[in-house]
């Protein structure tokens, strides 16, 4: 039939994320391993009656909680259906078809699946052999004809940081060329430096926050857009006017009023993956702490392979690249110290040579 497809829809090559995953061990999709702690979920469980469910999202009470909890004001924060989907609102939002998205590479996919779906260039910035990025070359990309600068902090998957100079200079040069700059902080808490008071103090800077990584909610879908008024202000026009959803909005409420349970998950991650360094580096294995909640490893085995293997044979799952740059590492998503140890017995026994 001759329908009509929009041409960048009709171009855009998806890879669906993999299905039936529970009961798997998932060290794959930077996931918590284990989850809340089971007394918590069953308490919030307990507050979702049939009138809870019968009543649209109202996310305004979270909202005012989330904003004292990060320090900033209700005019400040926006809630999405997970990052995913704040990341789509600002790229429709500050972009432009046929002008420039500026980010590293590789990164975090669906800044590069948006550009292709909304019609915007994706200007890539390589990295360094030796995984380094180099500042200048991301400044050399800013053009009159960039729209949005995307920087992750950390980088997902390579793990590298901004100083604050460096950022200082993305800021002043995006400025100049009239572009915004979102600052993604997924792994916020597992990295503690933030650059939150740029979002909040300057006018072309968003910080994105998600509850899938540390708050562990990845099934809920929240993401939190930080910016100045004006900015939200323009977010809420394109946004969806049910975005997050209720069950979301409970679960991230609650654990905000559980800043002892928060803790508790700082400290047990930063412990799994300061034991799984210890024991894989042990092993003479050549490690990088990718400082959020994942590891880079160099098996001895190619890597695709004992990827393959781990889950064939151990029911273990883990990350391998295509990339170039990275063809020679899985990476490794940590949880607590039992967590990683079900990942070190089965990839020694696989990667054994
Ligand atoms: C850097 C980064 N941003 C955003 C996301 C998406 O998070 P969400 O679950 O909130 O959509 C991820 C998920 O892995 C990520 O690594």
């Known amino acids: 039939m001759n329908y009509h497809v929009n041409e960048h829809i009709k171009n855009t090559v998806r890879v669906f994320p993999m299905q039936n995953r529970y009961g798997l061990h998932r060290y794959d999709m930077n996931e918590n391993p284990e989850g809340l702690p089971k007394e918590f979920v069953d308490s919030v469980l307990q507050e979702i009656t049939p009138e809870f469910l019968a009543i649209y999202p109202e ?8 904003a004292k909890f990060i320090g900033a004001e209700y005019e ?35 800044y590069w699946v948006n550009c292709c779906i909304l019609g915007y260039r994706h200007v890539p910035v390589v990295y360094e052999p030796d995984l380094t990025i180099k500042i200048e070359n991301i400044l050399n990309a800013i053009n009159d004809n960039t729209r949005i600068v995307v920087l992750l902090n950390p980088n997902n998957p390579v793990g590298n940081v901004y100083t604050e100079e460096e950022l200082q200079r ?9 572009a915004i700059v979102i600052i993604d902080e997924a792994y916020h808490y597992f990295y503690p430096n933030t650059f939150l008071n ?12 998600t509850f899938s990584k540390l708050f562990s909610i990845a099934a809920c879908r929240l993401g939190v857009i930080i910016s100045n008024p004006e900015i939200i202000h323009y977010v809420k026009n394109a ?7 209720s069950i979301a909005l409970l679960f991230a409420e609650r654990i905000l009023d559980h800043p002892e349970m928060v803790e508790e998950l700082i400290r047990i991650e930063n412990e799994g993956k300061a034991y799984t360094l210890e024991e894989l ?7 990088r702490d990718c400082r959020g909640n994942f590891i880079f490893v160099k098996p001895h085995h ?9 889950e064939e044979e151990k029911q273990v799952l883990v990350h391998a690249y295509g990339n170039e740059l990275l063809k020679d590492d899985i990476r490794v998503s940590v949880g607590s110290k039992e967590a990683m140890q079900i990942f070190l017995d089965a990839f020694f026994e696989v990667d054994a040579d």
Not at 82 to 93: C, K, N, P, V
Not at 281 to 287: L, P, R, T
Not at 302 to 310: F, H, Q, S, Y
């Open 281 to 287: 580096q042990k092993k003479g294995y050549e490690c």
């Open 59 to 66: 996310p305004d009470r979270f909202l005012h909680k989330y």
């Open 239 to 245: 946004r969806l006017t049910f975005d997050a959803n």
């Open 76 to 110: 400040n924060v926006l809630t999405t259906n997970g990052s995913d989907m704040a990341i789509r609102y600002l790229l429709e939002t500050f972009g432009e078809v046929d002008k420039e998205v500026v980010t590293v590479a590789p990164s975090f996919e669906m």
């Open 302 to 310: 190619d890597a695709k392979e004992i990827t393959k293997r781990l």
């Open 198 to 209: 740029y979002a909040l103090e300057g006018e072309n800077v968003v910080v994105l926050r």
């Open 170 to 178: 993305v800021i002043a040069r995006a400025k100049e060329v009239g």
